[in-house]
């Protein structure tokens, strides 16, 4: 079993080390966060449950606990309001990155580092820069969540279960994101032929809506937000699957953030992508064959992506 860090003990954080508590995967789990009692707190709350669990210690501490982590998650930072845009959060984050930064990479410099805080796809690639770290042990949670509620939307809709529809969201994990429509496929079916062929297509409907599930898999993030405050229940289950890949010899295609270097003509900057990930961190990149228009989309998310790169002091 691996000795994971979590640093943030916010909604995000605690409902993170609750899960990987739960699902049985470390034996070991540090939280960290600037409010020290409420690190604590949470720790000690976690660990409360352990006779219902895998044997685990959970507590808080310095970063100094953290040292020799197998993996560290990230979740600190301002969260986002109501009708804030991942990307209006950017400098803030990046000003607390810059400070875990210093603190966490001395302590763990094998560890694999996943970063969940927003806006992900900025920060990875701050954390690129700065870490001095290589590129496999860096993996933004990118559009893990949003090809989720991809998944899970066209599985109430296509009547099966989510298992069998693959579909992937690409680019920033915010507004510019989009889905290669022309790779999805439903239980070996291309989504558009899948109802024709399928037991239940009296009762499927389906009029090649796109851009109605590309916005649903947008605003849902917005939509809990507005409900309830926050989002953090679907975040924390993308978070400790991923750590499941992490912990598997069997590498595991996943939609997360990680560098491009001329993958599309994309370079220099961090999106998403699907990537191989297993034991080792970033195996790479599979390259699918994406529309002409589908390319296009995915540039146009990577220079969004460089605009605001390009205003923020690093």
């Not at 309001?81 to 302590?107: H, K, Y």
């Not at 989504?191 to 409907?205: A, L």
């Not at 961090?270 to 195996?283: E, K, P, Q």
Request: aromatic share 6%.
């Amino acid at each position: 079993m691996r000795k994971i860090t979590v640093i943030g003990a916010g909604s995000v954080g605690a409902a993170v080390a609750n899960d990987l508590m739960i699902q049985g995967l470390s034996s070991e789990i540090v939280i960290i966060d600037i409010n020290r009692e409420k690190a604590f707190g949470e720790a000690l709350d976690i660990y409360q449950g352990a006779p219902f669990c895998s044997p685990a210690i959970v507590h808080s501490g310095d970063y100094d606990e953290a040292k020799d982590s197998d993996i560290v998650i990230i979740t600190s930072g301002v969260p986002r309001r109501q009708g804030q845009s991942r990307l209006e959060l950017a400098q803030t984050n990046v000003n607390i990155l810059r400070e875990i930064t210093e603190q966490i990479v001395p302590q763990a410099p094998k560890a694999v580092y996943l970063l969940v805080s927003n806006p992900v796809d900025i920060l990875t690639y701050v954390f690129h820069k700065i870490s001095g770290l290589p590129e496999r042990q860096i993996i933004g949670s990118g559009t893990i969540l949003d090809t989720s509620r991809l998944q899970s939307e066209l599985a109430r809709r296509f009547l099966i279960s989510p298992r069998n529809v693959h579909a992937h969201v690409y680019g920033e994990h915010g507004d510019s994101s989009f889905v290669p429509w022309s790779l999805v496929h439903i239980a070996n079916n291309h989504i558009d032929s899948y109802k024709d062929n399928s037991p239940d297509h009296n009762q499927i409907r389906w009029n090649r809506d796109y851009q109605e599930v590309e916005d649903h898999v947008r605003t849902s993030g917005a939509q809990v937000i507005k409900a309830k405050g926050a989002t953090f229940y679907a975040v924390a289950m993308s978070v400790c699957h991923l750590v499941k890949c992490l912990q598997s010899d069997a590498g595991t295609a996943v939609t997360v953030s990680t560098m491009m270097h001329g993958e599309y003509g994309v370079s220099d900057v961090c999106l998403s992508t699907l990537v191989l990930v297993d034991n080792t961190g970033v195996r790479g990149k599979i390259l699918n064959h994406l529309t002409d228009g589908e390319i296009d989309k995915l540039r146009a998310s990577a220079n969004k992506l460089k605009d605001v790169l390009s205003q923020l002091k690093i």
